[in-house]
């Protein structure tokens, strides 16, 4: 049978379905009592190109979090912060880093393509061994790097010597990097040497696909590509296909899902939840209706910045920001007053959760439009 034959006779989910379904699996229908480092391994791997947002990431998704807890696991290299999915930073475990990064290397191969021009007579192999010595003997920051490097590539751009190092090794950014109320420069070291073991060979990508559905699906093929920034995973759910089960979308778009994964009624209520900028659940689908509603695409964004994001009732609903002294609310269109109470409620929560002690006020700002 034909992919578009069984997709024909596949179960539709309409988007509210896909929607409970998905906020299920990222943990946002209801608070989770789950271990930060249960929950990173779970959502595999929290967005990080801040520092902060991993942290507003988890008090949004777990109960009784503190962000002590997962800034301890950074602290004690249970968790680190490395570029992987979509060739940006993430936080992961450190069981994860060591299976996921060599899992997206032909990733990081294509980036590195695009600065060839730069990279002229430079020897890629040499520069590896190179880049490894500097950052494991101390750890660097980029452009300390780069300037080490361009003494033995003076003519190559100093930009792409940077990029080559961070796409053919694996570089974390090591602590105090990454620490809840602490600050300190980005600086790199190899994952191998920070964790003290060697990484994992690249995985088959299999067992990620049911990571992913796990924590994503239902989703198509080209939703799980557009999550880890990898192309030709079709050969993989075919391979899955007879443990998975399959539906179609509203528009016929074939999704894969697992067979005992909760998939909850559309009606299921879903409290509002303050979402940090870069969060995954709205990055990691190429169709991303299911969370973002058509008249709000776009919104989350301005040229290359991500707002904080407000759910109601599951989807996209408005901006947060923290002022001085107030937590400033900006929906998208007016609250009804049950469900301005419910956003109201889940802002005094995050701020004790997130901020104890610290007197927010909490108020509604102008409407974007």
Known sequence: MTNSKRSATAPVLGTRALNRATLDRQLLLRPARMSAAGAVEHLVGLQAQNVKPPYYALAARLDAFTPEA?????????????????????????????????LVQPARDRELVTFRKGLAGVDLDRLTA?????????????????????????????????????????????????????????????A?????????????????????????????????????????LRAAFERLRPRLVTFQDDGGTELFDLPDAPRPDPDTPAPPRFLPEFDNLLLSHADRTRVVPPEHRGRSWQGNIAHRTL????????????????????????????????????????????????????RFGAVRT
């Open 192 to 232: 191998e040497h920070w964790l003290g073991r060697a990484a994992e060979p690249a995985p088959a990508p299999d067992e990620v696909v049911l990571r992913y559905l796990a924590a994503f699906g239902p989703a198509s093929v080209k939703d799980m590509q557009t999550w880890a920034g990898l192309t030709r």
């Open 70 to 102: 997962l800034s301890r696991l950074m602290a004690d290299r249970a968790a680190v912060r490395i570029v992987t999915m979509r060739s940006t930073i993430h936080t992961h475990t450190a069981d994860d880093c060591l299976v996921l990064r060599p």
């Open 130 to 190: 190179l880049a490894r010595d500097l950052v494991e003997d101390e750890p660097r920051t980029m452009g300390e790097l780069r300037e080490a490097l361009r003494q033995h590539w003076p003519d190559a751009d100093p930009q792409a010597l940077g990029v080559a190092a961070r796409c053919r090794l694996p570089l974390v950014q090591v602590t105090p990097r990454g620490l809840w109320e602490r600050s300190g420069q980005v600086r790199l070291t190899t």
């Open 311 to 362: 759910l109601v009732d599951g989807f996209l609903a408005g901006l947060w920001r923290l002022d001085e002294d107030a937590l400033v609310i900006e929906s998208f269109g007016r609250l009804a007053r049950a469900a301005r109470d419910e956003v109201v409620a889940e802002g005094e929560r995050m701020l004790r959760t997130m901020h104890p002690g610290v007197p927010y006020d909490i």
